[in-house]
């Protein structure tokens, strides 16, 4: 669990929903820590491999924000940071088949503790720290 503002995220949860989309084979949900939101989650993910070859990055995430819309996910449960996996990278894990968190997050998102206020890494789509009080409850399109 992480606290969002003043909201639980569940990470279990967010990578359920992100593996119910039909787009996605591969789905870790990492913890990390930010200035002013207190907490977020950050989402790995690898596409299934028809949509591998056929995807743009951009549209690719784009596709998943519209089905995790369609799904039903409020709009402060939508992973802060995202990255699309390729071809050759892995997630680290343990010998018992934990993800290697703070790793992970190194490598793929180039973090060790807080998200900084200038954040902005290539091939990682960041979605934002702030809670939209208009639309915190409600569904986001």
Partial sequence: ???????????????QRLIDVPSISEADVLPV????????VVALVRLQKQNTR????????????DELAAAGMISYNVPTLLRVLQDG????????????????????FNLSGYL???????GVEYWGNKLDLATSSRLFY
């Fill in 33 to 40: 820590l930010d200035f002013e939101a207190g907490g977020m």
């Fill in 54 to 65: 056929k995807a743009v990055h951009g549209d690719a995430v784009r596709n998943i924000r």
């Fill in 1 to 15: 669990m992480r606290l969002f503002h003043e909201y639980t995220i569940s990470i279990l949860e967010q990578e």
């Fill in 116 to 122: 900084p206020d200038w954040y902005a890494v290539d």
């Fill in 89 to 108: 990278e892995q997630v680290l894990i343990t010998p018992s088949g934990k993800v290697l968190r703070k790793e992970c997050l190194r490598i793929y």
